[in-house]
């Protein structure tokens, strides 16, 4: 099965990376959740939810140990050494599960042989290379990850009693500990005592495991002679011409390139390079290259001697590099190899038992590169142009930005977007919204504008395209502008590898009453630290009081809570001495400061513009005689100041006077009366008749000073009744003096609504709540500085749709099927029309089918339930596929026109069943 890992640079590791060998990973939580449309007996569309059905996959246990040995005599890889020596096997773990498993290791001795081996110790080969290295320890067992795996090395000592051409069998034999009956035992590996020359052969691969697509793979060869005489070369035909030396011959992987010269050495005889393109071998040169693998092109050291000519303990090396190719998927495997042919008895030939030796077999995987983009619809690497409307919206699509100039309060204002999966696996994604302003309610739906998507989306294939939509419904209270929600979307797989892409509403405009625009708080006109003469301030101001700065002719500039005066000043250096001085800037609080002030900060204005540059400062720095040293004030009122005048004066002193001369400029700031309070939201909702409704409204004041507030409404024209109350147990025709803290304080509002029995289907009444408030830090006086309004709207409905769920699994394993029922009913009194339920793929899940049935549809002989995979086009005949992230739709057509319309009706008692069946990944 395609392997599916995460690329972490080169990964040096033995357990290599997360897959889906055995398809969705442990743990795993598939979840879905069906929705509905249709339109109410009222004639007002209508939208409901089913409940969220969940299944958790559970663990599947499957392993591999290669190479294979199915039994003594067939043993799946052979070793030759002296008696007393000690050879190695080698063999390779792998967790084809979809979780994590522990898998205990043992050895096991033959019975159809001439020697049981000694001194058997299993070894963690950390970098695959074969061969037991300085800190690998011995291990009982192994934990691997899904789709991990180990190499393991297997020592052992050839009894020093053993004759020439006798042989030991040795198995290796892994347990699963998740599941004890999961067992591979077929490892058999055989070890033969000899006098004569043996030859050892390991491979190592840089790096091993996970690779990088681009990059190379370095592959070496090494060994030595650890037999009991001198190596023979055997005859090979080079160019043409017979040549006799010792053979180590390498497959090139299929699809890497070999594009520079091979290296190594021999402790003995003299190393050529040569190749082998299925027409015999040549000599390799830099003109042969690159040398593309196959399958069938190899590369070669020829180690070229005669005679017993490579001694004992003498060693050799061959290592070459391979290119992966840029463009090699995720999971893309590179497995490899090497032979070694000599001839150990001086017989003229290599085919004798030992005289062919196979390396261990290094792997490497492409690693996987998780990457998305997601951007405005249609362009999901962020390079939108033009516009497309949803709703009342145009939407303009500019680079990774998607805007609408203006919405209106109480709306619902659409953003579609596209995502492309950039890696190179599939992968699923989690997507997420922020920045959006506390009330509005944004829900990420998929791109029929109605599914709500509940999870991560996906799998997406590599290169692969996926629409959503951001639904945001504005607040009925909420004014003003720029809102920017940053979307993001993140890889599951690798959680770092993540994109945004930026919705902005550029202002919102009262809906309901009129359209407020406010500009921003700039910078106020030139001022200057005058004296009352109007002449400039000089060093022989000395009191904290006495003298202001003026502002367009008046002393005291009038702001907002929370808005900012700045303030122009100037420091001139008039020393007689004519030397240089630095001057310590600090701010002296006057009346009404603390309680209204909340910062002053000084900054260089050496363009002297008005504009804070650069960060703040506490000193001007050296200023030279003579000069001016030009810098601004800016002063920050809190946000929850009272109304009243802040009084502060500004000081400058000199850093060199012995006498710590300053001077000084008083300032004063009226802080404005802000009468802001709001009552949101707009309500609306339905009732049976007779029957009661409550509603509930935050009234929040905003203003700088306590509000005391009359509630009062105007609905009942139908002969409602309206009660209101703030406790929602004691209940009045109106409220009076409902008390509101200043600064975002809030008061709960509760309406009741009683309707009568006799009232119509259809009917509907708009109250509007009003809330008259008289902003005072004294005495209520009942003059309304502050007035505010939410409506509510309800109609007397007779139909209501009962939309429920069940899945028939509530864990499953993957290849398992689940049933998702969804059962739809008209549980009211009166006719439901437009009836579309939909139900998106649950994602880990292929689909397998879907079907529908409907019962109860009294008076509609021929009503037939359609299918549909976008909501539009509609079908007899359900789907047989369904992509990642797609939807399937069912309606039932009652006027026989083939769609789903207005015209279809789902009467009282009606029900729709539909089964839906998928298949765990």
Known sequence: MKRIRRYVGFLL????????????????????????????????????????????????????????????????????????????FNYRVRNNGNGTDTISLATVQGTSDNFDLQNVRIYLDANCNGNVDAGEGQVTQVTLPADGEACLVVTAV?????????????????????????????????????????????????????????????YTISGANTGG????????????TSRTGILIEDVIPNGLQVAAMPTGSAGAGTVRFVYNTGSGWSTLTSSNLPLTGNGTVRIGMLIEGSGPFFPQGAQYTFSFNAQVPSGAPAGTS????????????????????????TTNTTTNTVGAAYAVQVGPYGYPLGNGTGTYTVGAYTITRNADQQMVSAVYSGTTVVFRHTLRNTGNTADSFTLSPSGQPSGWACQLVAD?????????????????????????????????????????????????????????????????????????????????VRTPNGTLLTSDDTTTTNRS????????????????????????????????????????????????????????????????????????????HNAIFNLVAVVTLRNDAPPGPAGFTFEAKSGTSSAEASDYAYAEVLVNLVAQVTLDPDRSGTVTSPGTLVYTHTLTNSSNAPAYCDISGNGGAHGWTYQYSTN????????????????????????RLQVPAGEPVGRSDVNT???????????????????????????????????QKTVDRTTAYPGDVLTYTITAENIGTGNLTEVKISDPLPNHTTFVSVSATATGFTGFAGATVLYSTDGTTWSSTPPTSLPAGGVVYVGVDTNGDGNITSADVMPPAAKVTITLTVRVQ
């Open 728 to 751: 929602g147990n004691n209940w009045y025709g109106a409220l009076a003096d409902v008390y509101v803290a200043p600064n975002g304080g809030t008061a709960t509002i509760y309406v």
């Open 334 to 357: 590179y497995s490899n190899f090497a032979v070694v042919r000599f001839d150990a008895n001086g017989d003229g030939d290599a085919d004798d038992t030992g005289e062919t030796v």
């Open 549 to 624: 700065i003026y502002q367009s002719g008046t002393t005291h500039p009038e702001r907002d809570p929370g808005q900012s005066v700045t303030y122009r000043l100037r420091v001139q250096n008039l020393n007689p001495n004519g030397l240089a001085d630095n001057y310590t800037l600090n701010l002296i609080p006057q009346t009404g400061y603390a309680q209204r002030v909340a910062s002053v900060l000084f900054y260089a204005d050496p363009d002297d513009d008005g504009i804070p540059n650069g960060a703040p400062i506490s000193n001007t720095g050296l200023v030279a």
């Open 448 to 528: 029929d504008l109605a599914t709500p998507i509940s999870g991560p989306v996906g799998p997406v294939a590599a290169g692969g395209d996926l629409n959503f939509a951001l639904r945001c419904q504005v607040p009925a209270g909420y004014t003003g502008g720029p809102v920017n929600i940053v979307l993001t979307a993140t890889s599951q797989a690798n959680p770092s590898a993540r994109d945004n892409t930026t919705d902005t509403v550029t202002t919102v405009a009262d809906g309901y009453r009129f359209d407020l625009f406010g500009g921003v708080d700039g910078y106020p006109p030139y001022t200057q």
């Open 13 to 88: 590791a033995v357990l290599m990376g997360l897959a889906l060998a055995a398809g969705t990973p442990a743990g795993t939580a598939i979840t879905n959740q069906a929705t509905a449309t249709y339109i109410d007996s009222a004639g007002q569309p209508r939208t409901t939810t089913s409940n969220l059905v969940t299944t958790i996959v559970q663990q599947v246990y499957s392993f591999t140990i290669t190479p294979d040995g199915n039994n003594e005599n067939n043993p799946g890889q052979v070793r030759s050494g002296l008696p007393g020596s000690q050879v190695l």
């Open 769 to 803: 709540v009003t809330a008259n408030c008289d902003l005072t830090t004294g005495t209520p006086d009942n003059t309304y500085e502050a007035t505010d309004t939410a409506t509510e709207t309800t109609t007397i409905v007779g139909g209501e749709l009962r939309l």
């Open 229 to 240: 005489s001198g190596a023979y070369g055997y005859p090979v035909t080079v160019d043409g």
């Open 158 to 218: 050839i009894p020093s009693g053993a004759t020439s051409g006798q042989h030991g069998n040795l198995n290796l034999v892994g347990t699963s500990q998740g599941n004890a009956s999961v067992v591979d035992n077929n490892n058999w590996a055989q070890a033969r005592a000899t006098a004569q020359a043996a030859l050892t052969a390991f491979k190592a691969a840089t790096p091993s495991g996970s690779v990088a697509p681009g990059t190379p793979i370095t």
